[in-house]
């Protein structure tokens, strides 16, 4: 008799993710403008075994706090989002899109969706014990407001930055740099997504002025703290 042990692990992707079963590309995208409300999603099956997928949405209720905790329903119109197909099964070599489509369009501050993309069980022709991995990802969905606004206010105490989003839309600060002149090499600092309503606070590795490159709706720029 046929014994399998299951084990499922969860990734929550960056720009674009793959592994040794699945590749899914774009694992994050955004809606901006009212007239934009279709987007896709290509799955590929990257392994040597067919995979049979079950596909779901689910709306993040607070964006960007951890835990990540979600609105679910059997009815698109209450999630806000509409994804197609639900189940898909791909062969190996096999690539195949995922239609998402916005339905929630009164959109006044960034709100963001999980697409779950959950590999299920089919078949397995083995007379022994088997153990199979399946790796389920969660593509992030965002939609911005017709009129996106990022406001980053700053408050400085010696080497402690803390950052505010007073706009209506994330912004992803990245390419963080600190240089404190003379001989001293200038110092790499983390970034992070902040998201509209929220605050970051952060340990800088010296007390000199930091730049922060900044992507949202808009062309990238800088910003000194």
Known sequence: MLRALIVIAL???GIAQACAQLSVNPAIMAFEGAENTRQDIKVANTSDRTQYLQISAARILEPGTYPETYFESPDPK???LLVAP?????????????RIILLDTEIQTDKAWRVHIEPTIGDIESDRSVAITLLAFKALVIARPEKPITEIVSARDGR???LTNTGNSNVILFDGEQCAGGDEPCQR???KRLWPGLEWTTELPADAPVTFKLRDAGDDRSMEF
Not at 86 to 98: D, M, N, S
């Open 11 to 13: 990734a929550a992707l």
């Open 78 to 80: 209450n999630v806000g």
């Open 86 to 98: 639900r189940r898909i099964a791909l062969k190996p070599g096999e690539e195949r899109v995922v």
């Open 160 to 162: 402690t930055l803390t």
């Open 189 to 191: 600092v983390n970034g």
